[in-house]
């Protein structure tokens, strides 16, 4: 990996560039990322390895990833591996993201594999303060993930948005969001919960104890409302795009508060939508997910539910 001082021509270039990919890379929208990182490149001609190009590039590739472009990304995390020194946390962000891939497909005891690895240079991070942020993000992000991979594939091929619907509104007018969060819990596969034991586990197993002492005991974790509570987190990252893009005809009545946006069935349509792309067709938590949304201004919402990657922006607050 090249770490080539730039002159203040590459940077005047390269640094808009940059700012304009961490906004695509938020807006889940890979294609300008792509465009965008060919653009930094063309600033690289004879040096291919430089950690600022490896880094736009794994930017771009996350954000493939939260477009579920699985095969793309994990091409992408491979190469960047590759070109990067092992003792950098470029490295343990592209050996991260790789891992989620792995999950995606199911692939479990390799990813186990890129985990531990992760976790046994992640003392690399000199400041403490962005390994354990670094370190709580990973944990976070594997659980949802586990969750996630053994949802893809479940329940009816199709939902029904008009039952969703329903469904979703008797629980709004029912039930607090925490006895919501609790029927999502209890919906989720059984699978979903052994694995997420399982890769919990041996996370948290190669931690030394003064880190694993700042995680919630495996007893809390396996609640069914904490349950509920990662498979929401998980559900809120998929779901970002479908709801918060302000091209899409839902934002652009909720973030104006159309009254026919609450009594029309945009929220089930979309959450419809967003699972079908996954192919999660449980009724409960498809229904448990619109009524949670509808709690929320889009504003709130949105911001709640952005997507936040397991890279760490330089200037990025602690969380």
């Known amino acids: 990996m090249s770490t080539t001082k730039l002159t203040e021509q590459q940077l005047a270039t390269i640094r808009p560039l940059e700012a304009a990919l961490q906004k695509a890379v938020q807006q889940v929208e890979p294609e300008r990322a792509i465009e965008i990182v060919t653009k930094i490149q063309a600033e690289f001609p004879n040096d291919r390895s430089h950690h600022r190009l490896l880094r736009a590039k794994l930017w771009a590739f996350e954000a493939n990833l939260e477009a579920n472009r699985i095969m793309y990304a994990e091409t992408g995390f491979i190469g960047i591996r590759k070109l990067s020194e092992p003792n950098t946390r470029l490295y343990l962000e592209a050996s991260s993201l790789l891992a989620v891939c792995k999950l995606r497909q199911k692939r479990v005891p390799e990813a186990k594999d890129l985990i531990t690895e992760v976790i046994s240079k992640i003392n690399n991070i000199a400041s403490e303060r962005t390994r354990r942020q670094f370190q709580k993000r990973l944990i976070e992000r594997i659980e949802e993930e586990c969750i996630l991979t053994e949802l893809i594939g479940t329940g009816d091929a199709t939902l029904d948005v008009n039952e969703v619907e329903a469904n979703a ?26 694995l997420l034991n399982d890769v919990r586990t041996h996370s948290v197993k190669q931690l030394p104890p003064s880190d694993r002492k ?29 709801f918060c893009k302000p091209s899409s005809p839902i934002f652009k009545l909720w973030s104006n508060r159309v009254p026919k946006v609450f009594n029309e069935g945009y929220f089930s349509a979309a959450v419809v939508t967003t699972l079908g792309d996954f192919r999660i067709g449980i009724p409960m938590i498809a229904s448990g997910l619109a009524a949670l949304v509808m709690k929320y201004s889009a504003e709130e919402f949105c911001e709640l539910a952005k997507p936040k990657g397991l890279m760490i922006p330089r200037n990025e607050p602690e969380t």
């Open 169 to 194: 509104i008797f629980l709004l007018q029912r039930n607090t969001d925490d006895e919501i969060l609790k029927l999502i819990g209890d919906s989720v596969p059984a699978a979903s919960i052994q």
């Open 214 to 242: 700042l995680l919630p005991p495996p007893e809390k974790a396996e609640e069914p409302r904490q349950i509920g509570r990662t498979t929401f987190a998980i559900l809120k990252r998929i779901a970002w795009k479908t």
